[in-house]
Structure formats: structure tokens, C-alpha cells
């Protein structure tokens, strides 16, 4: 009888262990799953949007389905500075912006996102920076400073000023409202320019062209056809006045709490689609020109005088922007030595 009831006992408590462990297998399934979710303000359709859906695809596929990369784009999950904060919280784990979104915390990164204008040459020069020693250090300075590790460079490629009205020369700075990013920097660039920069934030440029809150932005050509801006203002003056990289930026304490062949494949696969991603956006940008002028947008081009005097004009403000820390001048000065 003893016997009977042990050997009842232990039928049963196999029985519930067999059924339990379909759930204890779900529970470690669920665990290893990482969630990666990627939110930024680059426009629908561009480029650099683009790869940001070919990584998230990467990433889901081979891992196994262990990350699952969501990817929202076009300030989805709100605006930049929504953007910017939640990848240092973790509450996203990735976004993208111009190094330069880094001017409080880290003015010596900010160097890399173009500040203070006319910095980079040419791409070649950018490449220099970005894809050698100088670009690993931006990242090692931003996993110190701000919780972010940059694990790879895109880019929307050089600026130039779409306005409601003709700016063919220097004189039609003058008083101009042209929106900025909320950034000091970019405030003091156009002001020596005699421009009167309005800071706003992206997502309400297109409403603020709208309203006559501002005449004009600087932009990429992509995203002046992704959100459409070319609607609101049809000149467009190539100036190609800032260079804006852009920073492929990944909470550090979520990828640090991956396994390590996980890391390796986020940091791996974003350095290979965004190399491509580089690739495009250099070779698409007459492309995309030549599609602004069969929408009715007016290409304008100043003199190489004139552009030489913006630079001249803008040109205090390595001294400017490198007297915010000794880190700074020396970051300017080495960038700068490459082009």
C-alpha cells in the first residue's frame, strides 16, 4: 500500500514536472529575447532610413529571432530630443543624430557632427575622421559621457539652404529666418552669416514654412523630398556649408547585456550596412537633385568668392567652440589636419 502511494506520488509529480516545462522552456525563450527598438526623425524613403530597415531585417534574421528589431521612423516615437534621451535611458535602445547633438555634454564629439560649419572638406576628409582612430574615440567618449556607444557612422550628406525666396548671394542672408536646431552652435553660425536663426524643433519645419514662422532651412536634399519641405519653399541655394554625419547610436547597457556573439553581430552588421548605407547617399545626391528640380525647386549657386566669405565669416568660431574645453580645440585641430 506504502508502495502504491510513493509510486502514485512520484508518477504524479513526474507528470506535473512533463507539464511544466514547456512553460520553464517559454520563460527562457522569452528571456533571451532582446528587444531593439530603433526610433528616429530621419524622413520616410531617405537613405539613411533606409539601411535602418535593413539592419533591423539583419538583425531579426540572424539571430534567430533572439533580437527583435522594431524599427520607427519619422519621429514615430516623438522628436529628436525625445530621441536622444531615450537611447541614453534605454527606454529605446538605438536612434541616430549628427555628433554635434552632443554639444552639452560632450562638445569634443560635437566637433564630429560638422560643428562649427565648413569643418569637412569633402568626403574623403570625412571618411578620414569618422572611419578611423579619430571616429572609435568619439564613440569611447560617448559611452563615457552619455550612456551610448556608436557603433557605426551614417550619413545625410552636406547642407544647403532652402528658402521661400531666391538667396543667390551673401546679401540675401541678411535677416533671413532660417530654423535651427536647438543647439548653440548652429545659433552663433548663422548669426555671423547676418541670418536671424530661429531654434525649432525638426518635426515643425514643415508647419513653421507654412506659417511664415521661418523663410528657411538647411537641409539635406533627401530629406527635403522625404518630408516634403519643397512644398513650402522652392529655392534652393547649394552652399553644401555643413556636413552632417550621423552617429549610429545604441544604448550601451542594453548591448552590454547581450551575450557576446549578440554583440557582435549589432556592432558587426550596423559597420556593414552602413557602409553601404554611405555609399548610396553619395550616389543618389544628384539623383535626388535632378527629382527637386522636376518638383518645381529653383537651383541656385553662389561664387566660390562667396562661399569662401562664409567660411571666412564663420571661421571665429573654431576659436569659439574650441574654448569650451582643451579636449575640444585639440578634437578640432586634429580633425581639421586631415582634410
Excluded: C
Excluded at 571618411?127 to 556607444?149: F, Y
Excluded at 550619413?155 to 529666418?177: A, M, Q, Y
Excluded at 535651427?180 to 531654434?199: E, H, M
Amino acid at each position: 500500500m506504502t508502495s502504491f502511494a510513493l509510486t502514485r506520488r512520484s508518477f504524479v509529480k513526474a507528470g506535473a514536472a512533463a507539464l511544466a516545462m514547456p512553460a520553464i522552456a517559454d520563460r527562457a525563450l522569452a528571456q533571451d529575447k532582446f528587444v531593439f527598438k530603433i526610433a528616429h526623425t530621419e524622413g520616410i524613403g531617405t537613405p539613411i532610413t533606409n539601411a535602418f530597415d535593413s539592419w533591423a531585417k539583419v538583425l531579426n534574421e540572424n539571430s534567430g529571432g533572439r533580437i527583435d528589431a522594431q524599427h520607427f521612423p519619422a519621429a514615430q516615437l516623438g522628436g529628436l530630443a525625445e530621441a536622444l534621451e531615450g537611447s541614453r535611458m534605454g527606454t529605446i535602445q538605438a536612434t541616430t543624430a549628427g555628433p554635434d547633438s552632443e554639444e552639452a555634454i560632450a562638445p569634443e564629439i560635437a566637433a564630429f557632427g560638422g560643428a562649427p560649419g565648413f569643418i569637412y572638406k569633402n568626403e574623403a576628409h570625412v571618411d578620414a575622421v569618422l572611419q578611423g582612430p579619430l571616429g572609435q574615440q568619439a564613440s569611447d567618449i560617448a559611452r563615457a559621457k552619455t550612456g551610448v556607444e556608436f557603433v557605426a557612422y551614417g550619413e545625410t550628406g552636406f547642407r544647403h539652404i532652402l528658402s521661400k525666396n531666391p538667396v543667390t548671394s551673401l546679401d540675401g542672408l541678411k535677416g533671413l529666418k532660417i530654423r535651427v536646431p536647438q543647439l548653440r552652435i548652429w545659433v552663433d553660425f548663422w548669426t555671423l552669416l547676418g541670418a536671424a536663426p530661429t531654434p525649432l524643433p525638426y518635426s515643425e519645419q514643415y508647419s513653421a514654412l507654412s506659417t511664415g514662422i521661418i523663410d528657411a532651412i538647411d537641409s539635406d536634399v533627401f530629406s527635403i523630398v522625404g518630408f516634403k519641405f519643397y512644398e513650402q519653399a522652392k529655392h534652393l541655394t547649394l552652399t553644401g556649408h555643413w556636413f552632417l554625419p550621423k552617429a549610429v547610436r545604441v544604448n550601451a547597457a542594453w548591448l552590454d547585456s547581450l551575450p557576446p556573439d549578440l554583440q557582435a553581430l549589432v556592432r558587426d552588421s550596423a559597420k556593414e550596412v552602413f557602409a553601404e548605407q554611405r555609399k548610396v547617399n553619395r550616389s543618389k545626391a544628384a539623383e535626388t537633385l535632378e527629382e527637386l528640380k522636376a518638383l518645381g525647386v529653383e537651383i541656385h549657386e553662389l561664387s566660390n568668392e562667396e562661399l569662401a566669405k562664409m567660411e571666412e565669416l564663420t571661421a571665429p568660431l573654431y576659436e569659439q567652440f574650441g574654448a569650451l574645453s582643451p579636449e575640444t580645440a585639440e578634437m578640432i585641430e586634429q580633425i581639421r589636419a586631415l582634410g
